[in-house]
């Protein structure tokens, strides 16, 4: 009996999108089984080197074996964004049946595929291979280097596997590979040409008590990837008690001063007149004047409203444990629907706002939305896409994949965004300022070189960034190392403590720019904030160049590529908490005063 895992073709996935989206990953609570005797296959995936995650190529590009005719598996939505390229591989496993030394092939090498497999070896690749959605991985080959004055450089090739396969009545629980049970095929003396080589395997099935339920938990716990969650506690605790003295430290003052200022806003006309000279209420009349280039800005509020709910959904469906972390590209296939299914969210609230704020083209903003995330993000995929086919890599997406994110784009994202941008103008009510702004702007006066926006920027970025620095390692680590990520739950708190100091640091700065009677908060309170995603992006510099030991123009492409992606997005969402804390804060202090 098979899982409930409805899949389609290349072919019925340019006619079919919507069911492919679907539907290609219903499994949570069923499973394969697998009678006596019954073939348990093994799909082929990918190589590449141990230190580029992201540059991986098809397993078959190596001289390796292989079936005449190489059939590929059918893969849903997330394995393909993820680089997958499973196919039917020689190996003959049967459920329950142990293996010793079976030949898989013998192969006969010419000079070019012998230089191939040594190339692979010294730039440590390593395999990975599909048993019952688990992945199996392992090194090719091994390298030896001895000496320095006489120095030896010897290159192994692993030409015989091992696989342990852990079962629980019917069902796989747990599967690796080893490569020691037989010495490696040496690559540095070797006869020929032709070099003949012979691969074997051999299988060994292993009863365990570990359930079905709790597959997941023993697949973390023996990576072939390494871990370090202790270290991961320690720094998130000393992470969090220092934010929530900063917190703790800017509600307190700004509560003090702006009491203060209440205090003294509020007096009666006779004891005012040596108060009236100074301060935020001085501008009173120019504080709601609307920012310039509105339809931008409502367009960055509303595109920045959707990815935090984006970012929230992605990490209450993990911390459900509503989908299977295990398999190949869950968490993308994930944030592909969201975005699509969101794409409302952005046209509401721009749309909204446009309306408060008396705009009245329509299509501009719900265009100005639509393409403020999508346009950059497929001008940066165009070139890592491109470089990657230039490279072979399995991170070049096929064209039929392609075309499948234009068909959801075009059918779902871009039509939700203009409902959702025609329900905001109709949903919307006015501004409601609290004070009537004058016609005519008031003089800004020059202020300190320390309250200037670039200052403001520089502050609102890095208090935010050092919320977040220790935990963006691990996040990095993951993402483009071989970290095993598993404390989502501590993602979240770490996600909602950004989200607080962001808010706090922007009423902050709002308060003290309104104090040097500089009214032009609007654009002031996205950027401030907005700029973490700057701080971001030099964090990812330094990683990549001092704790990564990535290198080459493929991995380099993606890394920047991406990673520019991820600080536009930071940038869009912090923007948005920060604007919107600015506003109620304004609100307030501004309803809070006595005016003529």
């Known amino acids: ?98 293996a010793k030394d079976v030949e898989l092939c013998k192969l006969s090498l010419n000079d070019q595929e012998i230089d191939q497999l040594r190339d692979a070896i010294e730039d440590l690749y390593y395999f990975e291979f599909v048993i019952d959605d688990i992945p199996v991985r392992g090194f090719v080959g091994r390298l030896e280097e001895a000496g320095f004055v006489l120095h030896s450089h010897k290159v192994y090739l692993w030409t015989h596997l091992l696989f342990n396969i852990e079962y629980n009545g019917d069902k796989i629980i747990y599967a690796n590979v080893s490569v020691k049970e037989k010495v490696p095929f040496s690559l540095t003396e070797i006869d020929g040409p032709p070099y003949n080589i012979r691969y074997t395997y051999s299988v060994n099935w292993i009863p365990t008590e570990v359930k079905y339920a709790d597959r997941a938990k023993r697949m973390s716990d023996s990576s072939f990837f390494p871990n370090s969650l202790e270290i991961h506690w320690l720094s998130i605790i000393n992470s969090m008690i220092l934010v929530f003295i900063l917190i703790a430290c800017v509600v307190v003052i700004l509560t003090r001063v702006v009491k203060n200022d209440f205090t003294r806003y509020n007096l009666t006309m006779d004891d005012m007149e040596e108060e009236e000279g100074k301060g935020w209420k001085m501008i009173h009349g120019d504080v709601f004047r609307f920012p310039p280039y509105t339809s931008l800005f409502c367009a960055i509020l509303g595109v920045g409203t959707q990815f935090l709910v984006i970012v929230v959904g992605i990490l209450l469906v993990v911390l459900f444990n509503l989908i299977n972390l295990n398999r190949h590209g869950t968490i993308t296939m994930v ?3 969201l975005y699509a299914f969101t794409s409302w969210i952005a046209g509401f609230v721009s749309a909204s706002m446009y309306k408060k704020m008396g705009g009245d083209d329509w299509v501009l903003i719900v265009n100005l939305t639509s393409g403020l995330f999508t346009v950059p993000f497929v001008m940066i995929w165009s070139i890592v896409n491109s470089v990657a086919w230039f490279y072979g890599s399995t991170q070049a997406l096929p064209f039929q994949t392609v075309l499948l994110l234009v068909t959801l784009w075009a059918a779902l994202g871009y039509p939700l965004a203009v409902i959702g941008g025609l329900a905001g103008k109709s949903c919307s009510c006015s501004f409601d300022a609290p004070i009537r702004t004058k016609n005519i702007p008031r003089e800004i006066p020059e202020v300190a070189w320390y309250r200037s926006g670039s200052v403001h920027c520089v502050i609102g970025g890095f208090l935010p960034f050092s919320a977040i620095s220790v935990e963006l390692y691990y996040v990095f680590a993951t993402l483009w190392g071989r970290e ?19 808010a706090c640091i922007s009423v902050a700065l709002t308060y003290f720019q309104l104090s040097s009677e500089d009214y032009r908060w609007w654009w002031r309170s996205v950027f401030s904030a907005g700029s973490t995603g700057v701080f971001v992006l030099i964090y990812a510099m330094f990683y990549y160049f001092k704790r990564s030991s990535m290198s080459g123009t493929l991995q380099m492409v993606e890394f920047f590529g991406y990673t520019l992606l991820a600080c536009y997005i ?5 923007g948005t908490v920060s604007f919107f804390s600015a506003l109620k804060f304004v609100r307030y ?3 809070s005063i006595k005016l003529d």
């Open 335 to 337: 944030s592909v629907l």
């Open 1 to 98: 009996m098979v899982s409930v895992v409805v899949v389609v073709n290349d072919k019925m996935r340019l006619f079919l999108p919507l069911i492919s989206l679907f539907f290609s990953k219903i499994s949570f609570a069923t499973s394969n089984t697998y009678a006596n005797g019954s073939k348990v296959e093994v799909y082929v995936n990918k190589v590449g080197p141990f230190f580029n995650p992201h540059e991986t190529y098809h397993y078959y590009k190596l001289p390796v074996c292989r079936p005449e005719k190489i059939q590929h598996k059918s893969l849903t939505l997330g394995e393909v964004l993820d680089g997958d390229q499973m196919a039917v591989s020689l190996y003959d496993i049967k459920f329950g049946e142990n």
């Open 484 to 502: 095993q990520y598993t404390l989502y739950g501590i993602l979240f708190i770490v996600f909602a403590i950004l989200l607080s100091v962001t």
């Open 589 to 591: 202090i501004y309803d």
């Open 570 to 574: 930071f940038f869009l969402m912090l």
